[in-house]
């Protein structure tokens, strides 16, 4: 593979999860108390209603607590179990971005980076909260600019941020239909983020089981 000039990330679920989004995460750890059912509605539900409506400068934690609460609303649970699925959601997510900011602190040096998220708003704070920002030339968050992935014109605004065409980037993520798909549409090469054996939408594509790997694609 012959080394992109700039690298793009999705956020939840590849910088701080091995490829897991934060729906599977959250229904892991709530899973003793709801259906599967029952919680994807309740987590939709939890999340449209952060968008957009949080400030900016709202730290990582007081997202994942808000999430938290919401997401225990709407499964009729008891409030005494928002800080709890809080606080296991929040640890994890901390110790995989964590290992992720040393990563992108060492390709920040051979590569131009940038974040591209489907997001509530915030996510410039986020990044600066787990110590990335100062890696990343640019963290493009929907809810700020107005379209979501796989909508082109978020990638767009990314690559032109970086000055970069897109074929000249890779985009690392763990989505299939908004990361892997959306960048395929822009003629962009992707590397997916998911467990052992999962299958990407191209045959050629690198399938990785963690950001960690990316240094032995680009040693």
Request: with cysteine; net charge negative; hydrophobic share 40%.
């Amino acid at each position: 593979m012959t080394p992109p000039k700039a690298i793009l990330f999705d956020f939840g679920g590849t910088l701080d999860a091995d490829g897991i989004a934060w729906k599977n995460r959250f229904r892991s750890i709530a899973r003793q108390w709801s259906s599967a059912e029952a919680f994807d509605r309740a987590f939709y539900a939890a999340d449209d209603s952060l968008v957009g409506t949080i400030p900016r400068d709202l730290p990582f934690r007081d997202t994942v607590d808000l999430l938290s609460r919401n997401l225990v609303r709407e499964l009729g649970l008891d409030a005494g179990r928002g800080p709890e699925i809080a606080d296991v959601f929040f640890q994890t997510s901390r110790a995989k971005a964590e290992a992720s900011r040393q990563i992108l602190g060492r390709l920040a040096q051979r590569f131009r980076l940038g974040i591209v998220s489907n997001f509530y708003g915030n996510l410039q704070q986020v990044c600066a909260d787990i110590g990335i920002d100062r890696h990343v030339q640019v963290a493009v968050d929907s809810t700020v600019v107005g379209f979501e992935k796989p909508d082109p014109r978020i990638f767009q605004t990314a690559l032109s941020a970086l000055d970069v065409e897109p074929a000249e980037a890779i985009f690392v993520g763990d989505s299939l239909p908004r990361d892997m798909n959306g960048a395929r549409d822009m003629g962009m090469p992707h590397i997916y983020v998911a467990s052992e054996g999962a299958e990407s939408c191209c045959p050629q594509d690198r399938v990785i089981g963690s950001v960690a790997q990316l240094l032995e694609i680009y040693p």
